[in-house]
């Protein structure tokens, strides 16, 4: 979920269509013109121009439904307003398919050979969800190209070919992986490109620009192409850049070929556009808050997305799960083996990258492991539904709520795929006497062509198959067990199997207490179960945990601790205090329009958790966050031993 010049202009979208006939026995479609106008972006509307080769008879029209990367059919059509067709100086009725909803019926009259279609796309969404959500401000906008195009029926995405073009607002600059960009003014004309190589090439717009070159002088460059909403908010010091080069240094260690012709990281700077990261294979579409490369607290919990799009250059671009390599945007994409695409994306990216291009230090990184393995071990909803059904399910999970999320269970597949790959690691290292690793599984699944963009897909026995290679081990009985059972150890079995122990203790854990500071909230979890806001309203709370049994439930509020008005310092004092008390907590929590006193008889103190070091054995977890390679943050660096 990933991301120099500027975007908010014209997209010149091309739809393909297919006669009920003569299309179908065509292997390739196109050229398509796709003109699309961003230069009102800032007002939340863009236009999408098509000029579409035709043939007489019936046809249909494709909006992109599934969404490479989003694992879901949330294809934003519902945005789509002002839908026109034209030939030969006519319009051209359209009718929705009434199964297949992102489908479009026309009717193409005799002797026309090429169909007009415009559209406007409108860009007024919330701050929330992936790429359908906001994505324009009055200073900057990030193009996604399925939002302004439609594609003829009965063709590979790989066999249609479009022409792009962009029209910006003035004088803003953008940033794009797509090939071949001209510029006259504020219209940008890009190379034909195919349909898939376009929807994986986002292009990111802004009035406030910068470029930065990462790896000056190499090939294959990188970029960051920034677009703020602030002059101030590009001021990204030396020494952060020096890491984010380190992060591309060490994935080439960890990787090997580099299977790009370039790449750009597309950071959208903003408070008001929605958050997340979204991987292409040449480019990762990075959204976060308008401070986060000059705030420390800020830089720190955006330090993990980067390394983790980038990572799916390799891991979900290069490889992909079989059934997740559709040969269109409308077939549904089968999410079992979402535990690697983006386990392993969590792991090797947001945790070893991230440590090891120093964009966390280790303590950093201990503190934020150890706050993720204790907040699995607080998750009931594990003795219920297993790690393997969260990737099944993930297309109705990625949009469930927060309430109830330790019971329910969302993309755990991420956070605990993290976990689980962590645990492999360590158990490689241990059949081995710490000679093998991932970073060799790494370089041995993630071979081929370098400068090259391909894909490259896999099954379940592949995984399986690679890690037989570097440990002789029953890996398909590890995995399943892992996957399908309810309960495991995998949490603490993740860091014991790496030389470390999770303790609790009353010193803050402080990625703990920056998370909380942030999301201004209150995490309660290893206490009492369950987060409060800083007004007092319960986010979530803990299934079975001692809020749960005193009454408590998601959506109320917390009016006053032990008499005294609500406040976040008021709660954690009562916390506290509690080891030095004999009378329960009482709160005073409004439901609806009801006031309730809740007893909560808690006697444990303020309880954070913390690794350390299990001295009878080996320490794997130091040596996978150390760097692979010896000089941080200059190009000459050398491997380390």
Known sequence: MRRVISITGLFLATIFVFTSASAQAQTKAGPIRLIVDAS????????????????????????????PGEHMPDGPIIEVAGLKFTAAGKSIPWRRDLVEMFSIHLDIPAGVTKLTADFD??????????????????????????????????FDIRDVTFVPSLKLPAGWKYGTALPGPKQNGDLIDFSPVTL????????????????????????????????????????????????????????????????????????????????????????????????????????????????????????????????????DYQQPMKDDLLWVYEGLTEYLGSFVLTARSGLLTQQETMDDLAELVAAYEHRPGRDWRNLQDTADAAPFLYNATEDWSNWRRGTDFYEEGQLLWLDIDGTLRGLTKDKKSLNDFC???????????????????????V?????????????????????????????????????????????????????????????????????????????????????????????????????????????????????????????????????????GGARFPHLVRDSSRPDYLSEILKPMVATIGTAQATPSN
Do not use: C
């Open 40 to 67: 009102r972006a800032p007002q939340k509307i863009l236009h999408a121009h098509m000029e579409i080769p035709v043939s007489a008879g019936e046809f249909t029209l494709y909006y992109p439904e599934w969404l």
């Open 121 to 154: 796309f409108l860009l007024a969404a919330p701050a929330v969800g992936f790429s359908a959500g906001a994505s324009a401000t009055n200073a900057l906008d990030v193009l996604n190209w399925n939002q302004v195009l439609m594609y003829p029926k009965g």
């Open 196 to 327: 898939n190589t376009l929807v994986d090439s986002p292009v990111i717009a802004g009035k406030y620009f910068r470029e930065i070159q990462l790896t000056p002088g190499q090939d294959p460059a990188h970029f960051m192409d920034i677009a703020a909403d602030s002059e101030a908010a590009l001021a990204m010091s030396p020494e952060t850049q020096t890491h984010f080069n380190q992060l591309v240094t060490e994935a080439g260690a960890l990787f090997g070929p580099r299977h790009y012709r370039d790449y750009h990281f597309l950071v959208t700077l903003s408070d008001d556009v929605a958050h997340f990261g979204l991987e292409h294979h040449e480019s990762s579409d990075d959204r976060t808050n308008e401070r986060s490369l000059i705030d420390e607290s800020e830089l720190i919990a955006f330090a993990g997305l980067l390394p983790h799009e980038f990572v799916h250059s390799w891991n979900g671009k290069y490889r992909r799960p079989e059934g997740l390599a559709t040969a």
């Open 443 to 465: 370089q041995i699944f993630y071979a081929g062509s370098p400068n090259v963009p391909g894909l490259k897909t896999y099954k379940f026995e592949d995984v399986v198959a």
């Open 467 to 603: 890690l037989n290679t570097l440990a002789p081990y029953d890996w398909t009985a590890f995995l399943r067990a892992h996957l399908d059972g309810v309960s495991t150890r995998t949490p603490l079995e993740a860091v014991e199997n790496n030389g470390w122990k999770l303790i609790y203790s009353e010193e803050p854990n402080e990625m703990q207490v920056i998370e909380s500071a942030l999301a201004r909230r209150t995490n309660l979890t290893f206490t009492i179960g369950m987060t409060v806001q800083e007004d007092g309203t319960v986010d979530d709370v803990t299934h079975g945990g001692l809020a749960y049994d005193a009454g408590i439930s998601p959506g109320m509020k917390i009016i006053a601790v032990n008499g005294k008005q609500y406040s976040p310092d008021e709660i954690k004092q009562a916390m506290a205090g509690s080891k030095l008390s004999t009378s329960p907590i009482q709160l005073i929590v409004a439901n609806g329009a009801q006031f309730q006193t809740r007893s909560i008889d808690y006697h």
